[in-house]
Every structure is written in C-alpha cells, then in structure tokens.
C-alpha cells in the first residue's frame, strides 16, 4: 500500500505491508525523499498496534476523578450535554475548539465546519500557529499568496546559492539532506544561518552564528550589503514590486557593523552571503523555525523576503524565497479553516463574498457564521476564564507540552467545565481530559495531506482501525447529528469530504477545486492552486505575476527590535529551544516508539563548556533551567557547537523536563507566533 | 522635561536629529515635532557618504527613513539662527520664529579646517574640500572627472575611508598623517604599520610623521607644503583632520558648553527644557563623535520627553572603531596604550592580519583586529556586553565564531569504537554494520537494506561504503566466524 509517513510536511512516501498482525514499513521513490526515510518514518508503524494505544473511550469518573473505559454512546452523550450546558450559560462562544497540523485536509476543513456550524463558535484554531503562523503571515503580505514552498523541492538540488535561516534539515527532516548534497556536488554553496552548530551547519560552506533575536538585522544588513554592491535587481524591482523605497531607506541604516555589534556575525561573513546570493545564476532563501517563532517572527520573516524580492528571486526559475513547514499537514491545515480567521481555500472568514460562497456549501445562512476568533495562544490563555470559553475540544495536538508558558495554560486546562480530547495515545493533554475519545491512526484512514511544496498527497488506508476506535470524521459527523447541526448532513468518508472541500474552495487562494484523489494517485501529487479538473497545477508560482491585486509583490520595511524578554542579571543566559532527530513535536508518539527511545531517551540541556565550568556543572549532571515563568530539569550536555551565552533544549518531554515550562507567552502581534525561540533564564546545579 | 510636551522642535536633521524625530513619533502620535536642518537634503546616512564617494552607490541609496509628513513637520534648509530661551521660540535665518515646549539641539560637528597659510576657513579654495556633508561630497565627486592624482590630510578614520574610496575610483593617493603610525587614536604602532603597509596593497601611499606647513591652491590644482621640505602636487586636496563639535548655537544662549554642549544623564542642558543630543553633546566629559551614541541618546530623550519612561537614563556603551572599506578589515575597541591585564597578540604581516586583545578581569578590555579574523564578531560582542571571554583564548584569536569547531574528519574504521554512530538519522553504529556483514551482507545495498544506514539524509553512505571496504579486506583473517 503506496501511502506517505505520518510525521513531518516532508511526507516522504512510503510502502506498507501488512504480515499477519505486524506492519512493515518500506521507503518509496518519491520526489520529495527519493526512497529515504529517516528512523521516525521506519518505525512510525508500531504504534498501531502498541500496548498503550486508546481503544475505547474514557470519561472521568466524578467520584474517583480517574479517568475509566466508558461507551461511545456514554462519551459523546456527555459532550453533547457539556456542550449544551455551557453555550446555553454562556453563549456559543463558550465553546471552543482545537486543531493540529498533523490532521488531513478533509479532517481539517471538517473540524473549521464542525466549529462554524454544529457549534457555532467563533473560537477555533490550531498548533500551527506555534509552527509556520509567521511564515505564512509574512508571505501572504508579500506575494499575496502562503505556500511554504512556492517551487518543487527538487529546486534546492540545483540552486547555486542556498541560504537557510534557522532550519535545521539534518535532523527535522534528513531525507531533504539528499537534495542538498545534490546542490554541493554540483558546486553549489549552502550557507546556514544558526546560532547553534546544528548537523546542518556543520555541511555549510559558511555558518552564520547570530545572537538568537538578531535574525532581522543580519536580514537588513544583508540587504543593505546587496544595495551598496550593487546585486540589487533594479528592473525586477521597478516591474514586479512595489514599496522598495521606504525599505531601502530604512536597510540603510542597517550598515554592516551596526549589524555585526548587535548579531555578533562577523561583517566579512556577511558581506560573503551578500556576495553568494547576488552573484548566483539560481539563489534561493529558506527560513524555518528559528526565524519565525519570535514576537517578532513575521517581521524577521520579511526581512529575508525582502532581501530575495530586491534580489529578483522569487519567480526567477530556480531561485526563490521558501518556508520549510514543520507538520505534517501544517501547509494544508491552515488552508481549510481551522484557523481563527480563515474560510476553507485560505480565504478571510470577515470578506462578506468568502462567507457567501463556502455558506451556500454548507446550507446555511452567511451571516450565522460567526466571525473570526483570536489566535491559539490568546485562546489556550482566556480558558475558563470569566472572559474565555468554557468547554474546549482538542484534535491532534498536545498543548500541555507544546504551548509556551506551558504550565500556565496546563492551569487554563484545568479550569475548564469541560474539556474533550481526540487522540489514539494517552497524551499529557488526554490526561486532564473529562473526556478522550480514541481515534484512528494514519494507516487506518484515507485522506489526503499537503506537503512543505503545496503539493496535495494521498495517505490511504491500510486496514480498519481497531474495535472500539472511530476515526475523527465520523466522530465529528456523530457530534454534529447530536447537536442537530443546521444545514446540510456533514459526510463522514472521506472522499465525500474532499469533494465538498473542492467545491468550498473554489475560487479560494488555496483552490482545490481541480484536484480529485485519481488525479493525485496519476501524477505524484496535484500542486495547488488547481482550479479546473483539465487545466494544470501550478508547481511554482509567481513566474508572471504575484498573487494579489495587482500582480506586484510588496515590501515592507521592517526595523528590528529586541527579544520579548532580554537577559540581565538574574537572568543572564539566553534560552532557545528545538527538535532533534529521533522525537517529534510533543512526543506522544515518538517518545513511545523503543527504537526512537533508545536515539533520545531523555531530554537535555545543551551548554558550551565555558558556561558549564563557570557553572561547576560538569557533561551529564542535572541541571534546572529557570525562568520568570517557570523551570525545568535536565541532564547538561556540553558542546562547543553553542554560543556560551546561549543555552537549548529540545521541547519534545513533558513533565520536570519540559521546557516550554520556561518559554515566554509573548506573542507576533501580526501571526500570534509564541517567541519560543528566545528568553531569558538562568541555570543552576540540580 | 518629564511628563509630555506637545511641541517638540529638533535643531539639524542628520543622523541624531532625524532619529530623534523618529523616535519621538514612534511614541508620541499626538505630538508636534518641527525639524529645522540646516542642509537642503532629506535625511541621510553620513556615514555611507564614504560609500558614495567610492561610485557603487547613487545619492538616493544614502536616504533614510523618512517620517517627515506623519505628523513631523520637517523643514530643510532651514538654520535656527538664535535660541530665545525667554520665550521659548527658536529664531530661523528665512526670518521664522518657531515656538517649542521642549527643545533637541542635535548640530553636530563640523569638519576642523587647519590653520595653515593658504586656507581660510570661510573661503576654501575650490580644490580644498573637507569630507563631512553630502554637499561635500559631491563637490569632491565633481572633482574627481577629471582628477588623477588626490591627497587626503589626515591619516584618521574618515581619512582613510576618504582615500580608499578616491582609490577605487582609479586615483593616485596619498595621505598625510602628522604621527608615525596610521589612525593613532584607536591602533597602535604594529597595527598601524601592517594596516599601511595593506593601504599600499590597494593604491594609497601614506606619508608619516610629517606636518603640513603650507597649501597653495589655484585652478589648475593644489600643492601641499610638508615640514620635511618636500611638497606634493595634486588635483584635489580632502581635509580629514577631526571634527568639533558645532556649539555657537548653544553658547550664544547661554547654555553651559565646553567642547561640546555639557548634559546631563538624560541629556539635559543646564536649561532642563533644552536637550543636546550626537557630536554637539558633552556628557560626562566625553565627545562621542559616532552613530551609535547618537542614537542611543535619541531614544533616551524620546523615551523622557514623552513621559514614556520618565527613568530613562543614558549609559554610555564603550565605543567600537570599525574602518568600512574594500579590502581593509579594522576593528579596534578600548584604549591602546596600555592598562592593566593580560596581552595576546597574533600578527602575520605578510598577509594583513594583526591581532591584539587585553583581558583584564576576564573581561575584554581592548583590541585591535586587523585582517581576517574569523572571531571579530564575537571580540565585539564580548566587548560590547562585557560578558567573560573564553577559557581557551585562542578561540579570540584564531577561531572561527566560538565553538565553532569542525567536526573530526571520519576515523578510519579500523580506529572507529563499536559504539561509534555511523548513520546519525536512524542510529546505527558501525557494530551493528559489522553485525549485519557477518550475517551476511557483503555489499553496500546489503548493508544499507540490512541496517538502514545511509536511508534518512544519505550523508553516511560513502562511510558505510569504507566499512564494507574495510570489512572485506580484514574479515576473513581477523574477524573470523
Ligand atoms: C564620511 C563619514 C563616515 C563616518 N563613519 C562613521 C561610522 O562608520 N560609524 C560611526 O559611528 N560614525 C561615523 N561617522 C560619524 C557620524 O557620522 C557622526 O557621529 C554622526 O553623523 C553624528 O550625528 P549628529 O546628528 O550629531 O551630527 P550630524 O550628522 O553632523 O548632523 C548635524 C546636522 O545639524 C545641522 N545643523 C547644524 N547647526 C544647525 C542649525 N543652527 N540649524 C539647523 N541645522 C543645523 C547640520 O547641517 C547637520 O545636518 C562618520 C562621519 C563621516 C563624515
Ligand atoms: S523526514 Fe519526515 S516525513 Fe520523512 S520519514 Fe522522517 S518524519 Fe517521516
């Protein structure tokens, strides 16, 4: 069975096969993983049969307080009155519901129905916010258009000059490593911006290593380097943008060493990633994590599209700006309306004519459709609040280890009259759950993912799930039915599902209405936009124009400003957080694979070794990382690959080793993007 | 001054003035600010005049950010002539009077014309040009069509920059420089010498420990007479000898002025309704002649003047010396000449690269970096933040960033522990490779479908490659069954 993995929005495709009770995993040709796979991906298949799989409801018993096997009809009759309980106090709105960037595109466009119209909230978002949210914002200003990558991944292999800013591939999704090794052996230059000697930067030609926060002046300055030499692409820029003019006014108070004295990057090394970008035949700029999850990510963000813009990049075959989307379906899922603010085809959810159409697909009036809602932070933090809803459904996400400030919002949790969790393992969030409802896992259902290019795949169904375990699709048609949802009957297969997904997003940004699921299985995978069943995808975008009005791309002028929360004396360090190779975002699945286990088994705190003497810690010893919010506890793990100012940790545990129980709340105020990426902390001797 | 004024006036818009002004708008939507700037252009970056002097760049690549039109009226061209600080007005020379709640007095500084028979300051000779205003260079620009052959007087910064930009127009250069060593105030003599010896490198002839004596200037070009008895011929002549602090203004109100107008640490003059702000200001005996306390001090004074963080207080950062030009490297930070602590120098004359550092306290108290020096970011920022310096000193000297160290190339896999990870994505050590060769495998396709190693980002197959290489060659007399 041809299908892709569960993890990454690499979706590296891959084969199963069922033995007896046993399922094997094999890697596929694919053009994206050209027959890799990394160890999540080999041993994604023994979770669906693993000991500690969900496999029937549970509900919390009010007497004990524990959580105990209970019938669907018992499970979702005690939603449906929770539900009905707290909106008849307190309004539709105290009713919210939670997504993730890991569920398909039919789920995810169910899931922002289901919210819409059976629930009638306006409180609906989703982990993609703490992922890509800047990244997209900051496309979407510019280009008029987010597609993380707005080319084929094949691109990567032969361009020239490859700059990636805080991505790390070699180990968040090593199978895209082949294509970089395709890159230099052809000659090309890979340059890695880090403020940590990742796997990935110790390939690069040239690592640069910023103070984590300084990201925007590098940008800036890196542009300012591109006006004074002279790479400006002046008839690109007078024909194919607009707004150059504010933003060269203001790179020019970006000279070198004022970026230098603030990023610590060395202006020689600067001037070189000038020199590489505006001398290549084909450049292309990649930014990921590190630049994005910051309060000042979308603006960061703009900074590196602002210099490709001004380099003729974007639209020039082979060159371009690109974000490396982190989920598995995080390019998909906030395309159909799991985001606060979005209708299905990535439209606006407050443009009156947007309302029209996706209403008339759902058989219901445009304006009962509620408006938008707020970001996933600003959600996760108003619950149970008297201002905040009351009842929360979470799907595919594990908030009580994956929110900054996380023991904060394990508190809003708590506070909740009700709180509903989908998922097929037993999650740190299901666990405070009133009510967890086992679902099925990636090769129990069909649907269709979109991967980190925009291209639409098909995830196909292995074998039914378990007995006692429903797939997220029926479970939200059963909801609906008991909520006496108005408008028309949800379906509840998921090809039905797509074609109504195709239809609602017709028109749309994001338009599927061309894409069918033979027409993916005949040509590995349909690019979107696709509007019409005959005509073409679009693999890359922006050859002739831009995606919005005018056809003109914008630039913005960004200034930089500081981190959320600078280091001072009682605070001195700086503290960063990341993935490693072997878990994947909160770990309730990796961390309960054995193989993934014994790569990672525990969490660690990463310290250059000046800082760890200075400290007495010696490789090993616990240590506790504290911050205004919180603090964790880890094993030290020194390396001189880090900046002795810097500390990290990776945010995959839960519990005493959980390190968002550090990070600061302080949101973009453009995406709502958490700044994960940097606050201040102080670490002691455990 | 705490608490909010409603009309701010700025007196010059360059660098610290139009900051200023931006800074105040960025907090005070409501408030009125009126620049008066003297020069006829908008605001623009003085320091990249040294760029656009070298013709890679055009004047409208030196602009700034404009914030003149939201709600900052910005007049150009415009001198305040006198502060009538009875009535609180400014007085213009087009015959103005402009009334202020709160005043910024951001004049800077103004080139130093040496007193030298031959050159009045008010009437320079047409070829006599110091380096200071765009209008100064694009009366040097001017020049240069035509000129092969230019002196710069002044073996400083803004010396250097001068001749290194006239250079890479493709003219004959020479500077003159009264002391013996290039740039006296920020290197010493080694650094100096090895940084004239990389001018020469790039067409810029430098003449040491000389005075200028005389300058005779007409149509045709200029001659400068030297204290040695030697004379030099040239088409155009660029003073570089300092700047001073532009105080008139200041002095003919009485405000209390030294070199500089003396403030406070919120930047207040002894008239606490009138801040001075960049190369005008004195604070605490210092002239700080350089952007980034210029700019430090604009946000202190806008943070003050509109009562948003009325505690604002300026602290002096150590300044950081950094020579901008093609081909030269220079960074220098702290006193020279000495001081107590530790010293490490590192010097390769023969390649331009000159290194010396003094730790005190382990804390970086000077250095001068001269060259390719991979760690000159990380010196500054050590500098810059005073945070201790590195166990291993010669990261500072040699290194790559801190810690930047380079992965050990591969052991041969003879030398490799067993526990040695081979394939990083899927973890797994070359015993479980040598476990998978004795279970059979004998080729690397054997290998890679037996362990997965070399599956996820592919890196590690030319490994696996010499392990099965290694293997065959060694297995059936070592290994054994
Ligand atoms: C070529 C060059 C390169 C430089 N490089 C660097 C560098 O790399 N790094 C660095 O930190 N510094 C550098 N400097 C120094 C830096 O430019 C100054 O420190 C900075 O400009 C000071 O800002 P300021 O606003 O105080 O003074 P200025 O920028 O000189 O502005 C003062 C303005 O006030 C106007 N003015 C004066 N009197 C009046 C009046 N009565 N009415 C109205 N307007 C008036 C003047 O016309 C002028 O426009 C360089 C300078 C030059 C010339
Ligand atoms: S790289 Fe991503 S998609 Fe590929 S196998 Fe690993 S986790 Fe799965």
């Known amino acids: 069975m041809a299908t892709h993995c569960p993890y990454c929005a690499l979706q590296c495709g891959m084969i199963l096969r069922e033995e007896d009770d046993a399922v094997s995993v094999l890697p596929r040709q694919f053009p994206t993983n050209r027959g890799g796979l990394c160890q999540k991906g080999w041993t994604s298949a023994e979770l669906l049969s693993h ?499 005018d056809g003109l791309a914008r630039f913005h002028p960004v200034e930089h400003r500081p981190a959320a929360e600078e280091v001072c004396a009682d605070y001195p360090l700086y503290f960063t957080t990341g993935r490693v190779l072997a878990q994947y975002q909160s770990g309730t699945q990796t961390r309960r694979v054995a193989a993934l286990r014994r790569a990672a088994p525990e969490a660690f705190v990463e310290l250059h070794p000046d800082l760890a003497e200075r400290l007495g810690v010696a490789d090993g010893e616990p240590v506790r990382v504290l911050s205004r919010r919180g603090e964790f506890q880890a094993p030290a793990r020194l390396s001189p690959g880090i900046r002795p100012d810097t500390v990290f940790a990776p945010f995959h545990w839960g519990g005493r080793a959980r390190a968002n129980s550090v990070t600061n709340d302080a949101v973009d105020p453009i995406s709502g993007m958490p700044e994960f990426k940097i606050c201040a902390v102080r670490v002691e001797k455990a | 001054m705490t608490g909010h004024s409603e009309r701010v006036v700025v007196v010059g818009n360059g660098m610290a003035g139009a900051r200023v002004a931006a800074e105040l708008h960025a907090r005070g939507e409501d408030l009125k600010v009126t620049v008066l700037g003297a020069e006829p252009h908008p605001a623009y970056n003085r320091i990249m005049l040294s760029t656009l002097l070298t013709g890679k760049i055009g004047e409208s690549d030196v602009e700034l950010a404009e914030v003149a039109g939201r709600g900052v009226d910005l007049r150009t061209g415009v001198t305040v002539s006198a502060i009538e600080r009875a009535t609180g007005q400014v007085r213009t020379d087009d015959g103005d009077r402009i009334p202020y709640h709160h005043l910024v007095l951001a004049t800077g500084s103004r080139a130093v014309v040496p007193a030298l028979p031959g050159l009045d300051p008010e009437h320079l000779p047409e070829r006599v040009i110091p380096f200071r205003t765009l209008d100064d260079c694009r009366r040097i620009l001017a020049l240069t069509g035509t000129a092969r052959r230019a002196l710069v007087l002044g073996g400083g910064l803004l010396g250097l920059e001068a001749a290194r930009g006239l250079a890479i127009r493709g003219l004959d250069v020479g500077v003159v420089h009264r002391v013996p060593y290039l740039m006296d105030r920020q290197l010493d003599p080694a650094a100096g010498a090895v940084l004239a010896g990389t001018l020469a490198g790039l067409g810029v002839t430098t003449h040491l420990a000389v005075e200028p004596t005389a300058v005779h200037a007409d149509a045709a070009g200029v001659r400068l007479e030297l204290s040695d008895g030697r004379s030099l011929d040239a088409d155009l002549l660029v003073l570089a000898c300092g700047v001073r602090p532009d105080t008139a203004l200041a002095a003919a109100a009485g405000l209390a002025v030294d070199r500089g107008v003396l403030v406070d640490d919120r930047l207040r003059t002894s008239d606490r309704r009138i801040s001075a702000i960049g190369d005008c200001a004195q604070h605490d005996g210092t002239l700080t002649g350089l952007v980034a306390p210029a700019w430090a001090q604009a946000r202190v004074v806008a943070q003050v003047v509109t009562g948003q963080d009325p505690l604002a207080r300026y602290r002096p950062r150590p300044a950081v010396t950094r020579l901008k030009a093609a081909g030269i490297d220079l960074a220098a930070m702290g006193d020279p000449t000495g001081g107590p602590g530790e010293e490490l120098t590192f010097a390769d004359p023969a390649r331009g690269t000159y290194a010396w550092l003094r730790i005190h306290d382990e804390r970086l108290a000077a250095a001068i970096l001269l060259g390719d020096n991979p760690s000159v970011g990380t010196v500054i920022q050590l500098f810059d933040r005073g945070h201790p310096v590195p166990t291993d000193r010669r990261a500072l000297l040699l290194g790559r960033a801190v810690g930047g160290a380079v992965a050990a190339p591969a052991a041969s896999p003879a030398l490799m522990p067993d526990a040695a990870t081979v394939c990083q994505c899927n973890t797994v050590s070359k015993g479980a490779l040598v476990r998978c060769w004795r279970d059979g495998a004998r080729t690397v396709d054997a290998m890679v479908a037996g362990t997965r190693a070399g599956t996820g980002c592919g890196g590690c197959r030319d490994a696996v490659a010499g392990i099965v290489d290694w293997l065959s060659r060694t297995d059936p007399v070592e290994v054994g069954r």
């Open chain 1, 51 to 549: 000991p500690q799989r969900l496999t029937s409801p549970l509900l919390r018993d009010p007497a004990s307080g524990e959580l105990r096997p209970a019938s669907w009809d018992a499970a979702l009759d005690r939603i449906t009155t929770g539900i009905r309980d707290v909106q008849e106090k307190h309004g539709r709105d105290a009713v919210a519901v939670f997504g993730g960037g890991g569920l398909t595109n039919e789920k995810a466009y169910a899931l922002g129905r289901f919210a819409r119209v059976a629930l009638g909230t306006r409180h609906i978002d989703y982990n993609g916010r703490f992922c890509m949210s800047s990244a997209a914002a900051a496309g979407m200003r510019a280009f008029g258009v987010d597609r993380g990558l707005p080319f084929p991944l094949s691109d990567l292999g032969r361009a020239d000059t490859l700059l990636l800013v805080g991505a790390n591939p070699a180990e968040t999704m090593p199978p895209l490593m082949r294509w970089l090794t395709e890159q230099r052996e052809r000659g090309g230059r890979l340059i890695v911006i880090d403020p940590r000697v990742t796997a990935t930067a110790r390939q690069a030609d040239l690592h640069l290593q910023p103070l984590p926060g300084t990201d925007l002046a590098v940008a800036n300055a890196l542009l300012h380097i591109a006006l004074t030499e002279g790479y400006v692409d002046g008839d690109y820029v007078a024909t194919r943008t607009t707004g150059f003019t504010e933003v060269r006014r203001t790179v020019a108070g970006w000279w070198p060493a004022r970026a230098e004295a603030l990023s610590g990057v060395p202006v020689a090394d600067l001037e070189e990633t000038a020199r590489a970008l505006g001398t290549a035949g084909r450049a292309i700029i990649l930014t990921a994590r590190g630049a994005e999850q910051h309060a000042k990510g979308v603006d960061t963000v703009t900074g590196f599209v602002n210099l490709a813009l001004a380099l003729g990049l974007p639209g020039r075959p082979g060159s371009g700006y690109g974000c490396l989307t982190g989920q598995g379906n995080g390019q998909g899922g906030r395309e159909h309306g799991q985001k606060a603010d979005q209708l299905p085809g990535y439209r606006r959810i407050d443009d009156l004519e947007a309302r029209a159409h996706v209403a008339q697909v759902w058989g219901v009036p445009a304006d009962e459709l509620p408006g938008p809602g707020v970001p996933a932070y600003q959600l996760l933090d108003s619950l149970g609040t008297d201002q905040g809803p009351r009842a929360l459904l979470v799907f595919g996400s594990n908030p009580v280890v994956s929110a900054p400030r996380a023991a904060r919002i394990e508190g809003r949790l708590r506070d909740l009259d009700l709180l509903v969790v989908t998922d097929f393992l037993l999650s740190e969030t299901a666990a405070l759950a009133d009510v967890v409802l086992p679902t099925a896992q990636w090769a129990e259902e069909d649907g269709t993912m979109t991967n980190l290019e925009g291209r639409v795949l098909r995830r196909r169904a292995l074998r039914p799930p378990p007995a006692g375990v429903r797939t997220d699709l029926s479970i939200l048609t059963a909801l609906s039915s008991r909520l006496r949802a108005p408008g028309r009957q949800p379906p509840d297969d998921p090809h039905t599902v797509f074609a109504e997904l195709r239809r609602a997003s017709a028109g749309g940004i994001a338009d599927y209405a061309g894409i069918s699921w033979d027409r993916i299985d005949a040509a590995d995978g349909v690019y979107w936009p696709c509007p019409d069943d005959e005509g073409p995808d679009s693999p890359r975008l922006f050859t002739y124009r831009f995606a919005t009005a």
